[in-house]
C-alpha cells in the first residue's frame, strides 16, 4: 500500500504527488484526461431518544481518474495509488467501447491554484467532548418537553482535502469543510405519532450550530401541539411560503431543470427551457452563485477545475441561463458555470446547484397577508422531490390563513404541482431574503451534497395542498 | 489481523468488518453508451468495548488504517456503554450468493445488453430517451471478533434497470424499471415487458377529480409508496423507543387477515442475502407478519440487548458505518386475485405505480402520500390513462387493515422486496382543478 497520502498537506504544492500524476497522464492517446486523489475525514454523532445511538469517526483516501475519448467517458476510482499509469490505461479502454462523435469540452484556462477555508472556529477541530456536551443539553430541553416520547439528533462535520489536475496543465490543491446538524422532536399520544424538527449547516463555522437552546425548546412544544392539529381539507390554496420552504421551492421545482444535463441531449426538453423564454412576473429572478463566500455550496473551482462564478437562471422573468459542466456547455454553445460536482472520489462530477435563491423584492409578510381569505401559511421542510416538470414539496409547519390573518396550526402539508404553472402563478415576493443551509443534495445516486437555498417570503396562488 | 491484535491491547473486546468490493456500471443516456466505469473500494470498521463503552472508527484506502485504533479508542470515551458480546465462533449455513460468470462477462457484452434492452424499448416508441445502467460486481466481506468469532463471504451482483422519458411540450412522462440479483441474466424480455406496459398504459390521459378512491398498488408503487413507513415501524429500535406505533401489538391483528410479511437473508441469489449479517449473527426466514398478525421486529445486537431478546440477524452497516436493525430481504406473500380481476372490480380508482415525495410525510405514523409520478385511471373495469397533477395521501395501518385483494402476480422490485399488487380501498385522491 503506497503512504501516498501522508503526503498531502493542503500548504503549496507537493512535488511528490505533482510528478507521480504528470508521469501517469504522460503520452496517453486520449482527448482528455483528469485525476483526483482525496483525502476526508468525518465525526458523527446520532442520538435517539436519551440515547446516544453513534459516535463514531472515519477517514477516507482514494482517487479516480477520468478520461475522454472520441466524445465518451471512461471512469476509474480507486483506494489504492499503485499502478496510477494501469488504471490510466483502464480508462482509457473503457472510454473506446463507446466511440461517439468526438467532443471537444468548453475551453478553460489551466489554473494552478491552492484554496484552503479560513474558518474562526473550525467544526472539525473541536473536541469531540464539547459537541457531546451540547447536543447533550439541546437534547434534555427537547425530551423534557411535555408529551416529547422521543427525540433524533444527527449531527455531522467533515474535512475534504482535494487534488485536482488535468492532462491540460490544471492542478488545483483544495480544502473543504462541512458541517451538518438536524434535531427533531417526536411526541406521541395514544397511538398519534407527530414530529417537528430543524436542520441547519455551515460551512465548517461551528458558531451555527451553537445557542440553538431556544429552538429545541420551541421544536418540541411544535411536535406536542401538533397532535392536536387539525389536517388540512385537500385542495387548492392561496399559500405563501416562509423563506426555507420558498428555498427548497426554487431549489427542487426550478433549480433542477436549469441543469444542462437533464437538457443538453433532450431536444423536446431544450424547446422547453429555450433561454429568452418567460417564466414568470418581472419581480422573478433566481440564482444561482458558488462564488457567496462562507455557505455551504460555495467553492472557487468545481470538480472538473473550472473558476466559479455567478449564474442568473431567471432575471426579470425570463430564462437567462443555466448550469453547465465543461461537456454540456459545450454541447449546447453556452459558457461553462462551474457547476460541475461530485460527492466524493468514487464518483464522477455532474452538473449540480450550489447556492441557488430568489432574489428579495419589496412585499412585507403582512402585505401579503392582507386580502387572502382562506389560504395556508407554509414553514420549513422535511423535504422536496422533482421529476423536472412536477415538484412535491412538504412543510414540516403549516397554518391556515383566514381573513388575511394566521389561524390555526396543521398537520404537516405536501404541496405538488407543475413549475410551469406554478413560477407564473407567484404573484408577491417579499423583502425578507433568508438562506438556509441544512439538508443537502441527491442526484443521480450522490448524496448528500453540501448546498444552500433561500428566498424571501413568496406567495403563490392556485397551489395544490394535499391532506385528508 | 493486525488491527484486532492492536485493538485489543486496549480495548476489552473488539471486532473488525471488512469489505472490499469491485463494480462495474455501464451508463447509457439518452439512448447512447455515456460511460463505463470501474469502481474499486474497500474498508474497515473496528468497533471495540473499553471501559465498558463502545467506540466505532472506519478507515478506507491508505491514509487510515494506523488511525484507527486511536480514533476508536477517542470515541470510546463518549459511547454508549457496551451491553452484549460479540458473538463467538458458530457454523453458518451456506447461502448462494454467488455466480462465477459474472466475474466473466465482459464489458462489451453488457453494452450490448444495453443496446438490445433501449432498441426493444424505441421499436415501441422511438421517440424516447432512455437512461439505462447495466452493472456486474463482486464483493468481498470479512468479519472477525476477539470472542472468536470469524466468518467470510463472497457475492456477485448483476443489474439492469431503465429510466425512459417522454416529452411532449411541457408534458413529461417518466417510465422506468429494475431487476437484479446474485446471478449474471441476459434477459432482457420481462423488464422491457413491464416499460412497454407503462407506456401503452399512459398512452392516453385521463381526468380524475378529488375524492376518497380504491387504489391498486402495483409491486412497484408498493415499493414506492408503502414501503418506507412499514420498514420503519417494525425497526427494533423505534420499538424500543416506543416510536413505533406497532411497539406494543406483538400478537395482535393489526392488518388484514390476507397478509403475511417476512425478511428472508436465505433466498438464493437475493442481493439482501447473506450467511450471517454485519455482526456475525447467522442468517434467518423472518416472519414479521402473520396473517395479520404482528410476530417480530427486527433487531441487531446492541437494540435486542437493550430490548431484552435476541439479535434477529438484522444487524446492517449502511454505507459501512454503524450497525443498525435494517431488513435483508422482504416477502409479501401473494394472494388469489388476478390483477385483470382487481382493474375489472374497480368503477372509478386508481393504478399507482410510482409517487413522487413519498418519503417527505409523518412515515414513523404510517402516513404515506405525495405525487403520483406513474399512474392510472381506471373507470368501469377498463384502464384508461394515465393521470396527471394528482395527489395520494393515507396512512399504511388504515389501508392495509383491511384489503379488497392481494394479486397473484408477486414479483421482486428493486432486489430487496418481493411484493403483488395489493388493491385498496378509500384513499385520499387531490387533484387540481377541483
Known amino acids: 500500500m503506497t503512504a501516498l497520502f501522508a503526503f498531502i498537506r493542503v500548504k503549496g504544492y507537493n512535488r511528490g504527488v505533482r510528478d507521480l500524476i504528470a508521469d501517469a497522464l504522460k503520452g496517453h492517446d486520449a482527448d482528455y484526461i483528469e485525476i483526483h486523489f482525496e483525502e476526508s475525514q468525518a465525526t458523527n454523532i446520532a442520538y435517539r431518544g436519551e440515547r446516544l445511538e453513534e459516535i463514531s469517526r472515519a477517514r477516507n483516501s482514494g482517487g479516480n481518474i477520468r478520461a475522454l475519448v472520441q466524445g465518451s467517458w471512461g471512469f476509474v476510482s480507486f483506494n489504492r495509488l499503485d499502478g496510477l499509469r494501469d488504471k490510466v490505461a483502464l480508462a482509457l479502454e473503457e472510454a473506446r467501447l463507446a466511440g461517439r462523435e468526438s467532443l471537444k469540452l468548453f475551453p478553460t484556462e489551466p489554473v494552478v491554484d491552492t484554496v484552503i477555508p479560513q474558518l474562526e472556529q473550525d467544526a472539525t477541530a473541536i473536541p469531540l467532548a464539547t459537541k457531546k456536551e451540547l447536543l447533550d443539553s439541546y437534547n434534555n430541553i427537547m425530551l423534557s418537553s411535555p408529551k416529547i416520547q422521543s427525540s433524533r439528533i444527527n449531527y455531522r462535520d467533515a474535512r475534504r482535502q482535494s487534488i485536482f489536475a488535468n492532462s491540460e496543465g490544471s492542478y488545483i490543491e483544495q480544502a473543504k469543510t462541512d458541517l451538518n446538524l438536524r434535531l427533531t422532536a417526536i411526541a406521541r399520544e395514544d397511538n398519534e405519532v407527530q414530529q417537528a424538527g430543524l436542520s441547519l449547516g455551515s460551512n465548517g463555522e461551528f458558531s451555527a450550530v451553537e445557542g440553538l437552546h431556544e429552538q429545541a425548546g420551541e421544536i418540541a412544544r411544535r411536535a406536542a401541539a401538533l397532535l392536536s392539529a387539525p389536517q388540512v381539507k385537500g385542495g387548492e390554496y392561496t399559500v405563501i411560503l416562509n423563506p426555507v420552504l420558498a428555498g427548497v421551492f426554487a431549489h427542487e421545482a426550478f433549480g433542477h431543470l436549469s441543469e444542462s444535463d437533464f437538457v443538453y441531449q433532450n431536444e423536446n426538453l431544450q424547446q422547453v427551457m429555450v433561454l429568452g423564454k418567460k417564466f414568470g412576473g418581472k419581480h422573478l429572478n433566481i440564482i444561482d452563485d458558488p462564488t457567496i463566500p462562507n455557505l455551504r455550496g460555495s467553492y472557487k473551482y468545481d470538480d472538473e477545475g473550472t473558476p466559479t462564478r455567478k449564474t442568473y437562471l431567471i432575471r426579470e422573468g425570463i430564462l437567462e441561463g443555466r448550469l453547465h459542466s465543461r461537456e454540456t456547455a459545450a454541447k449546447m454553445g453556452e459558457k461553462a458555470t462551474g457547476n460541475a460536482r461530485a460527492i466524493n472520489y468514487l464518483f464522477p462530477p455532474i452538473v449540480r446547484m450550489s447556492n441557488t435563491f430568489i432574489e428579495p423584492d419589496s412585499a412585507s409578510f403582512e402585505e401579503m397577508l392582507g386580502d387572502i381569505e382562506e389560504g395556508v401559511y407554509v414553514k420549513d421542510w422535511y423535504g422536496g422531490t422533482t421529476s423536472l416538470e412536477m415538484f412535491t414539496f412538504s412543510a414540516g409547519e403549516a397554518y391556515m390563513i383566514r381573513r388575511g390573518r394566521l389561524a390555526e396550526l396543521l398537520r404537516p402539508v405536501v404541496l405538488t404541482g407543475n413549475v410551469f404553472t406554478t413560477l407564473q402563478n407567484i404573484d408577491a415576493i417579499g423583502n425578507d431574503l433568508e438562506m438556509n443551509q441544512g439538508g443537502g443534495c441527491g442526484k443521480g445516486g450522490q448524496s448528500p451534497l453540501p448546498v444552500s437555498n433561500g428566498s424571501p417570503h413568496i406567495r403563490i396562488r392556485h397551489c395544490v395542498v394535499g391532506g385528508r | ?434
Open chain 2, 1 to 434: 489481523m493486525e488491527v484486532l491484535r492492536s485493538a485489543q491491547k486496549v480495548a476489552e473486546q473488539a471486532e473488525v468488518f471488512l469489505v472490499s468490493s469491485r463494480a462495474v456500471p455501464i451508463q447509457f443516456e439518452a439512448n447512447e453508451l455515456k460511460q463505463v466505469q470501474t469502481k474499486e473500494s474497500s474498508s474497515t470498521a473496528l468497533r471495540i468495548f473499553r471501559e465498558g463503552r463502545i467506540g466505532f472508527a472506519t478507515a478506507s484506502g491508505g491514509g487510515g488504517l494506523e488511525a484507527l485504533v486511536d480514533m476508536a479508542v477517542e470515541t470510546s470515551q463518549f459511547g454508549s456503554p457496551a451491553n452484549f458480546q460479540f458473538p463467538s465462533s458458530q457454523d453458518y449455513s451456506e447461502v448462494c450468493i454467488v455466480d462465477p460468470e459474472v466475474e466473466e462477462i465482459a464489458m462489451e457484452r453488457m453494452v450490448e445488453i444495453g443496446k438490445e434492452l433501449i432498441a426493444r424499448i424505441r421499436g415501441h416508441t422511438p421517440d424516447i430517451l432512455c437512461d439505462v445502467q447495466v452493472t456486474k460486481g463482486t464483493s468481498s466481506t470479512f468479519l472477525i471478533n476477539s470472542q472468536g468469532g470469524e466468518g467470510r463471504y463472497d457475492r456477485s451482483f448483476f443489474g439492469l434497470s431503465l429510466e425512459g422519458i417522454l416529452v411532449r411540450d411541457t408534458d413529461m412522462l417518466f417510465v422506468g424499471d429494475s431487476a437484479s440479483s446474485c446471478r449474471f441474466s441476459d434477459n432482457i424480455d420481462d423488464l422491457a415487458d413491464r416499460v412497454m406496459w407503462q407506456l401503452e398504459m399512459a398512452k392516453k390521459k385521463a381526468a380524475v377529480s378529488t375524492k376518497l378512491l380504491p387504489i391498486i398498488f402495483t409491486p412497484y408503487g408498493v415499493a414506492s409508496a408503502l414501503l418506507s413507513p412499514l420498514v420503519l415501524a417494525f425497526n427494533g429500535k423505534a420499538v424500543l423507543e416506543g416510536a413505533s406505533p406497532l411497539k406494543d401489538k406483538l400478537g395482535e391483528q393489526v392488518f388484514d387477515k390476507k397478509l403475511s410479511l417476512w425478511d428472508d437473508a436465505t433466498i438464493a441469489y437475493g442481493v439482501g442475502s447473506h450467511p450471517f449479517d454485519d455482526e456475525g449473527v447467522h442468517s434467518q426466514r423472518l416472519p414479521l407478519v402473520t396473517n395479520g398478525v404482528v410476530t417480530n421486529f427486527l433487531y441487531d445486537l446492541q437494540t435486542a440487548a437493550l430490548a431484552g431478546t435476541q439479535s434477529t440477524g438484522n444487524g446492517k452497516r449502511v454505507g459501512g458505518g454503524f450497525p443498525g436493525p435494517a431488513i435483508s430481504s422482504l416477502i409479501l406473500s401473494g394472494g388469489d386475485v388476478s390483477f385483470q380481476a382487481m382493474v375489472e372490480d374497480m368503477k372509478e380508482g386508481l393504478i399507482v405505480e410510482q409517487v413522487m415525495g413519498a418519503e417527505q410525510g409523518n412515515l414513523l405514523g404510517g402516513d404515506f402520500g405525495g405525487n403520483v409520478l406513474l399512474g392510472y385511471k381506471v373507470e368501469n373495469g377498463e384502464i384508461v390513462g394515465r393521470v396527471k397533477d394528482t395527489m395520494i395521501a393515507g396512512n399504511v395501518y388504515q389501508v392495509l387493515k383491511e384489503l379488497l385483494g392481494i394479486g397473484q402476480e408477486a414479483r421482486w422490485v428493486g432486489g430487496i422486496l418481493q411484493t403483488p399488487p395489493l388493491y385498496c380501498s378509500r384513499v385520499s385522491v387531490v387533484t387540481k382543478g377541483s
